[in-house]
């Protein structure tokens, strides 16, 4: 199994976050998305070190995406090219 695409920073009690990681387990994506929980502060540092303040956040490896609805349509959009 190679490494995730995408990383989810999220937050338990967010219901943004709750909403991301739902889409994520409902379609099936888990192996494209490494969950990142921000009560971890390794986690939050990371967030921060990827110019990040809140959550959910989603980092592609050079993007951070910030918001519930643009992350799931980026997530969506990814799935899209791997079924052509």
Known sequence: ???????LFHAIADPASA?????VVDHDFTEHVR???????????????RGGVGTP???DGATLLTGAEAIIARLVAHA????R
């Open 35 to 49: 969950f990142r929980n921000v009560s971890y502060p390794e986690v939050q540092a990371d967030l921060t070190a």
């Open 19 to 23: 909403k991301v990681r739902s889409w």
């Open 80 to 83: 899209d090219v791997g079924r």
């Open 57 to 59: 956040a989603l980092w």
């Open 1 to 7: 199994m190679s490494e995730p695409t995408f990383e």
